[in-house]
């Protein structure tokens, strides 16, 4: 039996859990699905990643709801892929936030995104007859800004290239703690589709300046405690470094993409078979990392018909 492409096959609902991170700060986290934060300040709520329809949305907003019922006023998105941009409607928020590099990949590649990963996420999906179209922001910013809830302090910021070259974090200062979005990940696969591998430890490193106390990740659990923040950012920076240079070596020798993936898979299976959505990213994050390994520094866009190509050669 031929299988499945990325999590085409993955159709099993995902048990959430909604955890404090902080006074007002809560992650909402489902398994290895993407996550969603909120920060409630004094007069109303910021969300942090809008999910990837409507109807995930309301699943969201419902345990914003157990909490407060304060309006939601402001949508920040961390960047552009379409599991965390395509919900934001639901939230009726009077300010959507992305980084200027952000909303130029949604103009350059946010219909592609949207194709390629309904074809790669199904389950992630249902409901979309809902999306009104792309998200767009209605403020963006270089390299940061911030948002004042009340008296609550809000930094929103990009620390560098990633998962994408525009990802932003979002930091509340009186209570330490980050939103990270992708850049960081607990027990989850990295996805490095789109991602600069050169510059990700080094990101990571300036998130860690911060000494966050606790940390919303883009998947996995909530981060709560510095033990668990640190171990997450080593992890990750691992994850990023064991895919990288394997693929590193084989360019250098001139070697195939079909050599890539097994020198990646060598190097990663051992220790992160066991990872949320692992064998979904693989084949991008081993393409991608070949591209940069061979000095192609803007990753190339992703199309439903590039990722059926590149399957259907990794698989042989």
Same mark, same amino acid.
């Given at each position: ?6 999590? +085409?096959?993955?159709?099993? !609902? ?8 902080? !006074? ?17 300040? =004094? ?60 909303? +130029? ?13 309904? =074809? ?53 200062? =009186? ?59 080593? *992890? ?29 898979? *060598? ?19 081993? *393409?991608?990392?070949?591209?940069? +390994?061979?000095?192609? =520094? ?10 059926? !190509? ?7």
């Amino acid at each position: 039996m031929a299988k499945a492409f990325a999590s +085409a096959g993955d159709m099993e !609902e995902k048990k959430t859990s909604f955890t404090k991170v902080g !006074e007002g700060l809560y992650a909402f986290t489902a398994e290895g699905d993407p996550n969603t934060g909120v920060i409630i300040g =004094d007069d109303s709520v910021m969300i942090v990643e809008a999910q990837a329809t409507p109807r995930l949305a309301r699943k969201v907003i419902e345990h914003v709801r157990e909490v407060t019922d304060k309006p939601i006023s402001h949508l920040v998105l961390t960047h552009y892929h379409a599991v965390r941009v395509l919900g934001a409607s639901a939230y009726g928020a009077r300010e959507i936030i992305m980084s200027d590099t952000a909303r +130029a990949m949604v103009a350059e590649r946010g219909a592609e995104d949207w194709a390629s990963e309904f =074809d790669r996420f199904p389950r992630l999906f249902q409901g979309h007859e809902e999306i009104p179209g792309l998200t767009w922001p209605t403020t963006t910013f270089s390299d940061s800004m911030t948002v004042y809830l009340g008296n609550r302090r809000v930094d929103i910021m990009h620390l560098g290239r990633a998962h994408t070259a525009g990802d932003a974090v979002v930091w509340v200062p =009186d209570q330490e703690v980050m939103f990270t979005g992708d850049i960081v990940e607990y027990h989850s696969a990295c996805y490095c589709g789109d991602g600069h591998f050169g510059d990700w430890e080094e990101t990571l490193m300036n998130i860690a300046s911060f000494e966050p106390k606790s940390i919303a990740p883009g998947r996995g659990d909530a981060l709560v405690g510095e033990e668990m923040v640190e171990k997450a950012i080593a *992890a990750t920076a691992d994850f990023v470094r064991s895919t990288y240079k394997p693929v590193e070596k084989v360019v250098a020798r001139g070697g195939s993409l079909k050599e890539a993936w097994d020198a990646v898979r *060598a190097s990663c299976d051992e220790k992160f078979k066991d990872y949320a959505i692992y064998e979904h990213c693989l084949p991008f994050n081993v *393409a991608r990392a070949y591209d940069e +390994a061979r000095g192609i =520094d803007t990753p190339r866009v992703w199309t439903a018909e590039r990722d059926k !190509e590149m399957w259907e050669a990794l698989q042989g």
